[in-house]
């Protein structure tokens, strides 16, 4: 879900408000010495001046007290009572206050916001995420226990041929090799969920893995490959991994990487030479469990997880580029000296 925003405006920050009030409570009894004085001298009534005196100063208290409460209190106790209704499953009570009063409880707001949506976007992804595994498990659970009753119940008056035997277990080889991939996409998933370690690896050794795993592919390394990135060995091997096993999917042969710096940020481009991505799917394929390729077995968690993990790493990854001639990923991660 979108979340949303605190409307900005300028807000006195709470350290302003405490000084003001502190420093109100040390003036008054202050003016009221002075007040007095001046009325003794001119004047030896003094009691309607006490008085007058006594109202303004508690006029003033209650002023004091009412904008420390409106500006503090108020707030406050709305947020607390918006934490309630979210408690309660209330989606509706993810919204901005009417009132912030000051700086601090604005950014506190701001930050619930935050937290609020993204507690709800993970709530909403456990959900779709349950559902698919469980989903995606149970058809080829389903077929390997069909397969296994088939030739358990084998009659020997009416035996199966030979070819009818070694189609029911080619499906249940490859029923289980699904639910390995599924499995293996699933734990690095986890990794990807889990706080990030912290670690460099160098591009020279990540494209000689990827040539060594993925001999069909040619992995070239164009300018700056020399240099370190900022992701543990682990976690680059998946994450590229995942981009060149899909440009292979769909058709590439070659896969070019090029990495350049500014001082702040390290640019990664990724560009295969396959038959590219539709323009309808190019908006999702972000998406868990979005895939054009199920019927090949495809899990639609490959690019998912491998947005997650950079993003763990405090990195993006976006698709800047596909056409028929290719598709181009550029991943920018922090830079490393």
Do not use: C
Not at 143 to 160: H, Q, T, V, Y
Not at 309 to 319: C, F, K, P, R, V
């Amino acid at each position: 879900m979108r979340t949303p925003r605190v409307r900005p405006k300028w807000r006195p920050p709470l350290y302003l408000i405490v000084y003001a009030v502190l420093l109100t409570v040390m003036t008054l009894p202050v003016l009221t010495v002075i007040w007095f004085r001046a009325v003794r001298v001119a004047s030896g009534a003094i009691a309607p001046a006490e008085i007058a005196t006594l109202a303004v100063v508690l006029i003033l208290t209650l002023v004091v007290a009412y904008v420390l409460t409106r500006t503090l209190t108020v707030p406050i106790n709305a947020l607390i009572a918006r934490t309630d209704e979210i408690a309660r499953g209330e989606r509706a009570a993810i919204r901005p206050l009417d009132s912030y009063g000051t700086r601090e409880v604005a950014t506190l707001s701001q930050s619930f916001l935050d937290l609020a949506g993204k507690l709800v976007d993970h709530s909403d992804y456990v959900r779709s995420f349950a559902a698919y595994v469980s989903h995606e498990l149970k058809s080829p659970l389903t077929s390997i226990k069909g397969a296994a009753e088939l030739l358990r119940d084998d009659e020997d008056d009416n035996p199966m041929s030979l070819a009818q035997r070694n189609h029911f277990l080619a499906n249940i080889i490859a029923d289980t090799e699904r639910l390995d991939m599924l499995l293996s996409r699933l734990r690095d998933l986890a990794k990807a969920e889990l706080p990030s370690e912290q670690g460099l690896s160098n591009m020279n050794d990540i494209i000689g893995h990827l040539a060594a795993s993925l001999r069909q592919l040619t992995i070239i390394g164009d300018d700056g490959t020399d240099a370190n990135i900022a992701l543990p060995g682990e976690v680059a091997g998946i994450v590229f991994a995942n981009l060149a096993e899909n440009a292979f999917q769909n058709g590439a042969t070659a896969l070019r990487i090029n990495i350049t710096t500014d001082g702040r940020k390290t640019t990664i481009q990724i560009r295969d030479n396959g038959s590219g991505i539709a323009e309808s799917n190019r908006e999702r394929i972000f998406e868990p469990f979005f895939s054009t390729r199920r019927e090949q077995g495809g899990t639609g968690m490959g690019l998912g997880i491998v947005r997650a993990m950079i993003a763990s790493h405090g990195g993006t990854i976006e698709l800047s580029d596909s056409n028929t001639d290719g598709t181009t990923f550029q991943i920018i991660l922090p830079h490393v000296s």
